[in-house]
């Protein structure tokens, strides 16, 4: 089986049953599967190969995840990009990963279509309401009406790549994951199991398309052939009216939508959630408070998972049963992300590669069949990370008496803010490059709304006398080269950085010193 094939057989089975909805729009299983053919028939003709690259550049909407079964099916390898990166960020992925092709959402044309010109073709998502007739830009309607609902004939195997995933990289430039067909649909089965999925679920897909989490949801939330309705962005009104009208019955959070949806429904009339059966999130624990609270106004369960880009999105589940625990007093696994899926094997490794004792800290090593293969043309990265005996995932943690996930910290130094992941490198090759600027550290510090935040600690050189003025060109040119949210909330100026006899400046010392004096 492959990817493609998720949606050719649904529309076989249920081809009347609505596949995915979104403001008003349905499409079922069959229009999904002849609409992906037809995408995968357009870009064949136009002279795509197996194995190309294609970029998707989309927020969210209800085209998503027939392009990822339609350029599955023409054996291309669809590389989703965050549409909040900067042009020059969109650059490097487009070189980097050798993109042929892009299909861009008319509401991101206007900031990309200058990195795009280039490309042997060019799709645009409503594309004639954004740039009219062009030579650049195909219309994405008119492209499927010129094409036959057939797939295209080509020999894919399942070990051929489906997915590079671009991650922050911590040597400052987004590094491709590459995944397999046959790894994404061990994650998609994995995924089906700890969710206790059927076939009759209606998932609310409101987090973004283009991460790892959106990668694993397109795969493993239409898997057995649920309904998806999909919103563009996440907003908590919208959240609540969407359970009630469509009967959701799953979603995915993050602790702060959690947070905002429960405070709308303490302060607003009553709602009727009860077709909801459970809310996954990731990126930070729950307080027991905001779960009971959370099992209380929603009347569902609860389930966390911890995972990375590099193991296919998901390793660890905090099920259900887990979190009535921790409401009812065990306090041993609050801290904890849960136990290993299936389809995992975790360990805990010293410096040395030796598996440590249950409670002691060490890097954490996932065996998984839907781990990624390597990074996108790093073949020194490639074998450092992925082991023959699992994958390195550069975080710290220990496993517990019961086999319980506790993470405890990150070898390196990423920041996850709202959810997203950021790499103080990235920040600080940016500020670096300013004349101004001698050193810079890039640290994260606690927020209550976004979990942490990125503040920039820079020790000016000897001829810079205004800070004022650098504070207000180190900011432009953040806003001109990095995505929003990985915009430092401030910057710091100090007369030194403290450092290790290495040499290495202690960012733990910097980070600590912040965040007593508050965010």
């Known amino acids: 089986m492959l990817v493609g094939d998720i949606a050719?057989?649904?529309?076989?089975?249920?081809?009347?049953?609505?596949?995915?909805?979104?403001?008003?729009?349905?499409?079922?299983?069959?229009?999904?599967?002849?609409?992906?053919?037809?995408?995968?028939?357009?870009?064949?003709?136009?002279?795509?190969?197996?194995?190309?690259?294609?970029?998707?550049?989309?927020?969210?909407?209800?085209?998503?995840?027939?392009?990822?079964?339609?350029?599955?099916?023409?054996?291309?390898?669809?590389?989703?990009?965050?549409?909040?990166?900067?042009?020059?960020?969109?650059?490097?992925?487009?070189?980097?990963?050798?993109?042929?092709?892009?299909?861009?959402?008319?509401?991101?044309?206007?900031?990309?279509?200058?990195?795009?010109?280039?490309?042997?073709?060019?799709?645009?998502?409503?594309?004639?309401?954004?740039?009219?007739?062009?030579?650049?830009?195909?219309?994405?309607?008119?492209?499927?009406?010129?094409?036959?609902?057939?797939?295209?004939?080509?020999?894919?195997?399942?070990?051929?790549?489906?997915?590079?995933?671009?991650?922050?990289?911590?040597?400052?430039?987004?590094?491709?994951?590459?995944?397999?067909?046959?790894?994404?649909?061990?994650?998609?089965?994995?995924?089906?199991?700890?969710?206790?999925?059927?076939?009759?679920?209606?998932?609310?897909?409101?987090?973004?398309?283009?991460?790892?989490?959106?990668?694993?949801?397109?795969?493993?939330?239409?898997?057995?052939?649920?309904?998806?309705?999909?919103?563009?962005?996440?907003?908590?009104?919208?959240?609540?009216?969407?359970?009630?009208?469509?009967?959701?019955?799953?979603?995915?959070?993050?602790?702060?939508?959690?947070?905002?949806?429960?405070?709308?429904?303490?302060?607003?009339?009553?709602?009727?959630?009860?077709?909801?059966?459970?809310?996954?999130?990731?990126?930070?624990?729950?307080?027991?408070?905001?779960?009971?609270?959370?099992?209380?106004?929603?009347?569902?369960?609860?389930?966390?998972?911890?995972?990375?880009?590099?193991c296919g999105g998901q390793a660890t589940i905090l099920t259900p049963q887990d979190h009535r625990d921790i409401v009812a007093g065990k306090t041993s696994i609050a801290t904890s992300c849960g136990q290993e899926t299936p389809m995992c094997s975790i360990r805990v490794i010293d410096e040395h590669g030796n598996e440590v004792p249950a409670g002691t800290i060490g890097e954490i090593v996932i065996d998984s069949p839907a781990n990624a293969i390597g990074y996108w043309n790093r073949p020194d990265q490639t074998a450092e990370t992925f082991r023959p005996d699992g994958l390195r995932t550069g975080d710290l943690g220990y496993l517990d008496a019961e086999n319980y996930l506790h993470i405890t910290g990150r070898k390196t130094d990423m920041i996850i803010s709202g959810g997203f992941n950021v790499y103080p490198a990235e920040i600080e090759r940016v500020i670096g490059h300013h004349p101004g600027v001698e050193l810079v550290a890039v640290v994260g510090v606690p927020d209550p709304e976004w979990g942490e935040t990125p503040v920039a600690v820079i020790v000016p050189k000897p001829h810079v006398g205004d800070l004022d003025k650098l504070t207000a060109e180190l900011s432009a040119r953040c806003r001109a080269e990095l995505a929003g949210y990985k915009q430092p909330r401030r910057f710091e100026y100090r007369t030194e950085l403290p450092l290790g006899p290495a040499g290495k400046i202690l960012k733990r010392e910097i980070a600590k010193e912040l965040s007593g004096v508050g965010a």
Request: aromatic fraction near 6%; hydrophobic fraction near 40%.
């Open 8 to 310: 050719t057989n649904n529309a076989r089975r249920y081809p009347h049953k609505h596949a995915l909805v979104e403001s008003g729009r349905v499409h079922t299983w069959r229009q999904v599967d002849e609409r992906a053919c037809r995408l995968a028939q357009f870009l064949r003709l136009r002279g795509l190969m197996p194995g190309d690259r294609v970029m998707v550049i989309a927020r969210n909407c209800i085209e998503w995840p027939e392009i990822a079964f339609g350029l599955a099916k023409a054996g291309l390898v669809t590389v989703p990009v965050n549409i909040r990166l900067a042009p020059d960020e969109v650059a490097h992925i487009r070189d980097d990963s050798g993109a042929r092709a892009a299909i861009v959402h008319a509401d991101q044309l206007a900031k990309f279509v200058g990195e795009l010109v280039d490309l042997s073709v060019v799709l645009g998502i409503d594309g004639r309401r954004a740039l009219g007739d062009n030579a650049v830009v195909t219309d994405y309607e008119t492209a499927l009406r010129q094409a036959i609902p057939c797939p295209p004939r080509v020999g894919i195997e399942p070990d051929d790549l489906a997915f590079i995933l671009y991650t922050s990289g911590t040597t400052g430039r987004a590094k491709g994951v590459m995944h397999t067909h046959r790894g994404l649909l061990y994650q998609a089965a994995d995924t089906n199991l700890v969710t206790e999925a059927h076939r009759s679920d209606v998932m609310l897909a409101t987090t973004p398309f283009f991460t790892a989490g959106g990668m694993v949801r397109t795969v493993s939330w239409q898997y057995l052939g649920q309904t998806m309705v999909i919103h563009q962005k996440f907003d908590p009104q919208a959240v609540i009216d969407e359970i009630e009208r469509s009967r959701i019955t799953f979603t995915t959070f993050i602790p702060t939508m959690l947070q905002r949806t429960l405070a709308l429904l303490e302060s607003g009339p009553p709602r009727d959630m009860s077709s909801l059966r459970r809310i996954s999130y990731g990126s930070a624990p729950v307080p027991p408070g905001l779960a009971q609270r959370a099992m209380d106004l929603l009347g569902c369960d609860l389930q966390q998972r911890y995972g990375l880009t590099e």
